[in-house]
Nanobody, 124 residues
Framework: QAQLVESGGGLVQAGGSLRLSCAAS????????LAWFRQAPGMEREFVAG????????YYANSVKGRFTISRDNAKNEGYLQMNSVKPEDTAVYFC?????????????????WGQGTQVTVSS
């Protein structure tokens, strides 16, 4: 089973940018679909962006479309979430997740591998 570790979170001013990284151990990262989820205080964990492992197909939640970009570097066993034009409502713990099926979107139950999360706080 792959181990995932997120990094890059922190405090950022509204309108600024931040890049989150997801480092994966193991040998199966390239054959797993990648996704980012987030969970704000008192809220359910929600899908943010996804990247299939076959076909390089991406999908974004409407709330982040046009602002966030998901990417991956299989040679480095890493995934990324570039966050631009961030808003206070983007404040949440961000989780990296993987799925053994080829998909660019899904619910929490569709992804079986998870990182510990990294906090992103956007100040107004």
């Amino acid at each position: 089973q792959a181990q995932l570790v997120e990094s890059g979170g922190g405090l950022v001013q509204a309108g600024g940018s931040l890049r989150l990284s997801c480092a994966a151990s193991g040998r199966t990262f390239s054959r797993n679909s990648l996704a980012w989820f987030r969970q704000a205080p008192g809220m359910e964990r929600e899908f943010v962006a996804g990247f299939s492992y076959s076909g390089s197909s991406t999908y974004y939640a409407n709330s982040v479309k046009g602002r966030f970009t998901i990417s991956r570097d299989n040679a480095k066993n890493e995934g990324y979430l570039q966050m631009n034009s961030v808003k206070p409502e983007d404040t949440a713990v961000y989780f990296c997740a993987i799925s053994p099926t080829n998909r660019n979107r899904g619910t929490r139950r569709d992804y079986s591998g998870w990182g510990q999360g990294t906090q992103v706080t956007v100040s107004s």
